[in-house]
């Protein structure tokens, strides 16, 4: 089962929602993110079904504009 990536660099905000998704059954988090980079290693190495991503986050976007290549379907 695929999970949920968080990716923001407000440390309070990523970890309040994990928290918070980590309560909910059945949306496990699978890990979080502090950058652009880093968001994109960890979706690499384990895709997940959805990227909650902060529009704020430190680094290039760009790299992250095609994440369904990520996904094999």
Do not use: K
């Amino acid at each position: 089962m695929s999970g949920i990536l968080i990716a923001s660099g407000v440390r309070l905000y990523s970890e309040g929602l994990r928290e918070f998704l980590e309560r909910q059954p059945g949306h496990p988090v699978l890990g979080v993110a502090d950058t652009a980079a880093a968001t994109l290693r960890m979706a690499e190495s384990a895709p997940p079904s959805l990227i909650l991503l902060d529009q704020a986050l430190p680094g290039s976007l760009e790299p992250l504009r095609g994440p369904r290549r990520l996904i094999p379907h």
